[in-house]
Nanobody, 130 residues
């Protein structure tokens, strides 16, 4: 059973930055497609970003394009979501999720929907406020 553990959330002022981490165990992250999701108060879960199998393709929802960066460190078996210029509307619980193996979705034109992931982390709270 794959396990995902997020960390890195917190309280930050508008314009600030946070880096979320998603540690994968016990299997290699190279076998999975990864997505980052968030759930804001009173809103539906939203796909924020994804990273394809092999790490060659990424996609971001329009609202975070140019501010967020998804990446991975194979040696640390960890995925990251670097979030810059955070705004109050970025507030929410952030989750990482994994699909595979095998993977069957594409991370090109959109973030695969939540139902396409088999594994989920517990979430980490991000609050952007003065």
């Amino acid at each position: 059973q794959l396990q995902l553990v997020e960390s890195g959330g917190g309280l930050v002022q508008p314009g600030g930055s946070l880096r979320l981490s998603c540690v994968v165990s016990p299997f290699s992250l190279e076998d999975y497609l990864i997505g980052w999701f968030r759930r804001a108060p009173g809103k539906e879960q939203e796909g924020v970003s994804c990273l394809s199998l092999g790490g060659h393709y990424t996609h971001y929802v329009n609202s975070v394009e140019g501010r967020f960066t998804i990446s991975r460190d194979v040696a640390k078996n960890t995925f990251y979501l670097q979030m810059d210029n955070l705004q109050p509307e970025d507030t929410g619980v952030y989750f990482c999720a994994a699909q595979g193996p095998p993977t069957y979705s594409y991370c090109t034109n959109d973030v695969p929907s939540p139902g396409e992931y088999e594994y989920w982390g517990q979430g980490t709270q991000v609050t952007v406020s003065t």
